[in-house]
T-cell receptor
């Protein structure tokens, strides 16, 4: 089983739609969680952190369920510019420190 | 700060040749990660360093791959001999131990023919 698993998609949605991405992680000792965004032929960049209490940044809402080892990202009112790959990221602090990326979910927003 | 700097940006080489990828992390960051990205396998962690010391190299595919970090401002990933299946984008990222965000370089796109 992969350490971080995501639905690869692609998700094809119209502008204005609401879309949700899910991610599961296998290591219960994982300590911090993030969503990164990667545009085509570019490097990944931090989109937002994920907290147990949930957090919101404009049209983006991230949730963490530690009991189920599950992370989600909700995008409301999708824009064309939201088209990208969204990567679920888990930091493990077991002995050392590892930043593990999911394979990413591709999103295409169409006019 | 200029961010994480990787070189070269693109590399095309023949099978069997040695390839060396270079990375300069952000000053003050004490974690450095090497990743490989392909369409089939996504972003894979190859190896990471803390304070220049390799901590976990379990993601390195085989003995043809090696990585070093001789000082806090420089790391290399070497493939010898290279094979066509090594073709991928290789990213370097650095992280401040107390921070949360990993900053990536722009990547090296490697093509082995």
């Amino acid at each position: 089983r992969k350490e971080v698993e995501q639905d690869p998609g692609p998700f094809n949605v119209p502008e204005g739609a609401t879309v949700a991405f899910n991610c599961t992680y296998s290591n219960s000792a994982s300590q911090s969680f993030f969503w990164y965004r990667q545009d085509c032929r570019k490097e990944p960049k931090l989109l937002m952190s994920v907290y147990s209490s949930g957090n919101e940044d404009g049209r983006f809402t991230a949730q963490l369920n530690r009991a189920s080892q599950y992370i989600s990202l909700l995008i409301r009112d999708s824009k064309l510019s939201d088209s990208a790959t969204y990567l679920c990221v888990v930091n493990e602090r077991t002995g050392g420190f590892k930043t593990i990326f999911g394979a990413g979910t591709r999103l295409f927003v169409k006019a | 700060d200029a961010g994480v700097i990787q070189s070269p940006r693109h590399e095309v080489t023949e099978m069997g040749q040695e390839v060396t990828l270079r990375c300069k992390p952000i000053s003050g960051h004490d974690y450095l990660f090497w990743y490989r990205q392909t369409m089939m396998r996504g972003l894979e962690l190859l190896i990471y360093f803390n304070n220049n010391v390799p901590i976990d190299d379990s993601g390195m595919p085989e003995d043809r791959f090696s990585a070093k970090m001789p000082n806090a401002s420089f790391s290399t990933l070497k493939i010898q001999p290279s094979e066509p299946r090594d073709s991928a984008v290789y990213f370097c990222a650095s992280l401040e131990s107390r921070g949360t965000e990993a900053f990536f370089g722009q990547g090296t796109r490697l093509t082995v023919v």
